[in-house]
C-alpha cells in the first residue's frame, strides 16, 4: 500500500482528507506547515490550528509532525509580495506560497519521502494520454485550480486532491457525520498563512503609510485622500472612503501615490477585453504546441477559459500567441484587470487548468 502523507491545517477539509484516506485501509502521516507572521494573533491562530490537527491524529491513531518553514516562507513569498507590491503591483501571495512552500520547501524537505502528498484543495487531477492534467474541483465555487496553477509537473503528479470530487456541503457532512473536531470550524480567510492578521495590516507593517490624493479620472478633481497606494489594487470599490459612489480604483501613479477612481456602476473605466500575460507557465505541457513546436507558424487563436483572479465562474475568451507572447481576448467585459494578478488558463469547457501567468500590460476598449 502507498505511503501518504497528507497536509493538515486544522480545518474541515485538510481533516476530512485524512478521514477518506483512513476509510480506505490508509494510515498516513500527518503534517502541518508552521509558517507565517509572527505575532500574538498569528501565534494563537496556529495553537489552535496545530490543537485540532492533533485531535484528528488522536482520533485515527496517527502520527502529527510541525514542520516550520518559516525562513523559507519569508524569502520566497513576504518577499515576492511585498517587491511587487512596491512596484504598484497586485501580488498574489497564496499561489507563491502554494509553489514555494506546501509544494515547494515541504516537498524537498519532507514530501520526498512519501510515494503521494495528499492535501485538502478543491482540485482534481486527470490522468490522459500517459500524462497527469490539473483538473478543476466538482464545486466551481471552492474550486481553487487557479491557486494551483503555477506548480510544476512533478509537484502535481506527486499531490492527490481526494475531497476535489466534492461539494462543500458534502465535505462539511461526512465531517459531522464522522465526529472530526473540526466538523464545524468556519472556513478560513485572508491571505496565505497570514493567519488573523488583516492583509493591509502585512502591508502596514512593512511598506508604512504615506498620505495620497485621490483623483476622479474623468475630472481630474480630487475628491479624497488615501494612506498609501499599496493599499489600493485596480477593480477595487470597497474601503476608498468615498462618499457618493459607487467609486472604482482604475488607475494608480506610483512615483507620485495617487490613486486614480472613476464613478457610478456603469463606469467603462474600470473594464477591458485585453490583456497580456508574462512568463506563461504550463503545468504539463502547452497544449498548442507538439514536441516543443507550434502547430502552424504565424499568430494563431484558441478557444479558452480563464481566471484573472479567485472567483466563483470562469470567463470565455481566445487566447493568441503572437511575437510578443499570450494575448487573451474576452468580448464580455472584464472587471479589474491588475497588472500582477495571474490569468488563469483553462480549456474551452474548464475542465483543465493549462497553467497561468503573471498579467503584464492590458488595453481596454
Known amino acids: ?211 495620497g490624493r485621490v483623483i476622479d479620472i474623468e475630472t481630474g478633481k480630487v475628491v479624497g485622500k488615501h494612506r498609501g497606494f499599496w493599499f489600493h489594487t485596480i477593480g477595487q470599490r470597497k474601503g476608498l472612503g468615498l462618499s457618493g459612489g459607487p467609486w472604482f480604483v482604475v488607475k494608480k501613479n506610483v512615483k507620485k501615490n495617487i490613486i486614480f477612481v472613476a464613478h457610478g456602476w456603469d463606469t467603462q473605466l474600470q473594464y477591458g477585453h485585453d490583456f497580456r500575460l508574462a512568463d506563461m507557465h504550463f503545468i504539463t505541457q502547452n497544449p498548442w504546441e507538439v514536441g516543443g513546436r507550434r502547430y502552424e507558424e504565424g499568430p494563431q487563436s484558441w478557444d479558452i477559459s480563464f481566471k484573472i483572479r479567485h472567483v466563483d465562474h470562469f470567463m470565455q475568451g481566445t487566447i493568441t500567441l503572437d511575437d510578443e507572447g499570450y494575448h487573451i481576448h474576452s468580448d464580455e467585459p472584464i472587471q479589474g484587470i491588475a497588472p500582477g494578478q495571474f490569468g488563469c488558463i483553462y480549456d474551452a469547457d474548464h475542465r483543465i487548468c493549462y497553467g497561468s501567468g503573471e498579467i503584464a500590460i492590458y488595453r481596454s476598449k
Not at 497536509?7 to 480506505?24: K, N, P, R, T, W
Request: hydrophobic residues 35%; negative net charge; glycine residues 8%.
Open 1 to 211: 500500500m502507498e505511503n501518504i502523507a497528507v497536509l493538515i491545517s486544522g480545518g474541515v477539509d485538510s481533516a476530512v482528507v485524512v478521514h477518506q484516506l483512513c476509510e480506505q485501509g490508509y494510515k498516513p502521516d500527518l503534517h502541518y506547515i508552521k509558517i507565517g507572521m509572527e505575532g500574538e494573533d498569528s501565534s494563537c491562530s496556529a495553537e489552535e490550528d496545530i490543537e485540532l490537527s492533533q485531535a484528528t491524529a488522536r482520533k485515527y491513531g496517527l502520527r502529527l509532525e510541525v514542520t516550520d518553514l518559516q525562513k523559507e516562507y519569508w524569502e520566497r513569498v513576504v518577499g515576492y509580495a511585498i517587491e511587487r507590491v512596491r512596484q504598484g503591483l497586485t501580488p498574489n501571495p497564496d499561489v507563491m506560497c502554494n509553489r514555494f512552500i506546501k509544494f515547494g520547501a515541504f516537498e524537498e524537505l519532507v514530501g520526498k519521502n512519501y510515494d503521494l502528498v495528499a492535501t485538502g484543495h478543491y482540485a482534481t487531477r486527470v490522468e490522459h494520454d500517459g500524462l497527469v492534467w490539473l483538473g478543476t474541483a466538482k464545486d466551481p465555487v471552492k474550486d481553487q485550480t487557479d491557486f494551483l496553477a503555477q506548480l510544476t509537473y512533478e509537484q502535481l503528479s506527486h499531490t492527490i486532491f481526494p475531497i476535489g470530487h466534492l461539494l462543500k456541503e458534502q465535505v462539511r457532512d461526512i465531517a459531522i457525520r464522522a465526529g472530526l473536531p473540526s466538523a464545524r470550524r468556519k472556513d478560513s480567510q485572508g491571505i496565505c498563512f497570514l493567519g488573523k492578521i488583516d492583509y493591509n495590516d502585512f502591508l502596514r507593517k512593512f511598506m508604512g503609510e504615506k498620505e
